[in-house]
Protein backbone atom coordinates (compact mmCIF):
# COMPACT_ATOMS: atom_id res chain seq x y z
CA UNK A 1 0.00 0.00 0.00
CA UNK A 2 1.56 3.53 -0.78
CA UNK A 3 1.85 5.58 1.56
CA UNK A 4 0.81 8.74 1.76
CA UNK A 5 2.54 11.81 3.12
CA UNK A 6 1.39 13.79 5.97
CA UNK A 7 -0.11 17.22 5.81
CA UNK A 8 2.52 19.77 5.43
CA UNK A 9 2.31 22.62 7.51
CA UNK A 10 1.98 25.05 4.32
CA UNK A 11 -0.82 23.73 3.47
CA UNK A 12 -3.32 26.46 2.62
CA UNK A 13 -6.06 24.97 5.49
CA UNK A 14 -3.23 25.04 7.94
CA UNK A 15 -2.36 28.78 7.62
CA UNK A 16 -4.40 29.96 5.34
CA UNK A 17 -2.46 33.08 3.07
CA UNK A 18 -4.33 36.07 4.03
CA UNK A 19 -2.20 38.66 1.81
CA UNK A 20 -0.38 41.01 3.39
CA UNK A 21 -0.91 43.04 5.48
CA UNK A 22 -1.96 47.37 5.38
CA UNK A 23 0.82 50.07 5.62
CA UNK A 24 -1.25 51.72 8.03
CA UNK A 25 -3.35 51.53 10.95
CA UNK A 26 -6.22 53.51 9.33
CA UNK A 27 -5.58 51.67 5.87
CA UNK A 28 -5.90 48.18 8.03
CA UNK A 29 -9.84 49.65 9.89
CA UNK A 30 -10.50 50.60 6.45
CA UNK A 31 -10.51 47.71 4.92
CA UNK A 32 -11.54 45.50 8.13
CA UNK A 33 -15.10 47.97 7.75
CA UNK A 34 -15.16 47.00 4.26
CA UNK A 35 -14.76 43.43 5.14
CA UNK A 36 -17.29 43.73 7.62
CA UNK A 37 -20.02 45.46 5.91
CA UNK A 38 -19.63 42.63 3.13
CA UNK A 39 -20.06 40.03 5.20
CA UNK A 40 -23.20 41.20 6.89
CA UNK A 41 -24.75 41.53 3.53
CA UNK A 42 -25.17 38.22 3.10
CA UNK A 43 -24.37 38.52 -0.54
CA UNK A 44 -20.95 36.49 -0.34
CA UNK A 45 -20.78 32.63 -1.61
CA UNK A 46 -19.85 30.34 1.22
CA UNK A 47 -16.15 30.09 -0.18
CA UNK A 48 -15.57 34.06 -0.17
CA UNK A 49 -17.41 34.15 3.32
CA UNK A 50 -14.63 32.24 4.79
CA UNK A 51 -11.83 34.06 3.16
CA UNK A 52 -13.32 36.82 4.13
CA UNK A 53 -13.60 36.19 7.97
CA UNK A 54 -10.04 34.95 7.78
CA UNK A 55 -8.52 37.99 6.00
CA UNK A 56 -10.68 40.23 8.97
CA UNK A 57 -9.38 38.08 12.06
CA UNK A 58 -5.76 38.74 10.28
CA UNK A 59 -6.68 42.74 9.71
CA UNK A 60 -8.53 42.68 13.67
CA UNK A 61 -4.55 41.58 14.52
CA UNK A 62 -2.93 44.09 12.72
CA UNK A 63 -5.06 46.76 14.04
CA UNK A 64 -5.01 45.60 17.97
CA UNK A 65 -1.26 45.24 17.70
CA UNK A 66 -1.30 48.41 16.65
CA UNK A 67 -3.28 50.28 19.18
CA UNK A 68 -1.87 48.02 21.63
CA UNK A 69 2.17 49.29 20.62
CA UNK A 70 1.02 53.25 20.87
CA UNK A 71 -1.00 52.70 23.97
CA UNK A 72 2.42 51.41 25.46
CA UNK A 73 4.26 53.72 24.27
CA UNK A 74 1.79 56.74 25.87
CA UNK A 75 2.19 54.86 28.93
CA UNK A 76 5.92 55.03 28.89
CA UNK A 77 5.35 59.03 28.15
CA UNK A 78 2.94 58.95 30.64
CA UNK A 79 5.16 57.87 33.72
CA UNK A 80 7.33 60.85 33.80
CA UNK A 81 9.30 60.76 30.72
CA UNK A 82 8.08 64.16 29.30
CA UNK A 83 9.39 67.21 31.03
CA UNK A 84 6.38 70.30 30.69
CA UNK A 85 7.61 72.73 28.02
CA UNK A 86 8.18 76.42 29.31
CA UNK A 87 8.92 78.85 27.21
CA UNK A 88 12.04 80.70 27.76
Do not use: H, N
Request: proline share 11%; net charge negative.
Amino acid sequence: MPKVPPPSSSSPAATPDTGPLPASYEAGLQELEQLVAELESGQLPLDQLLVSYQRGAALLAFCRDKLQAVEDQIKVLDSGSLKIWTPE
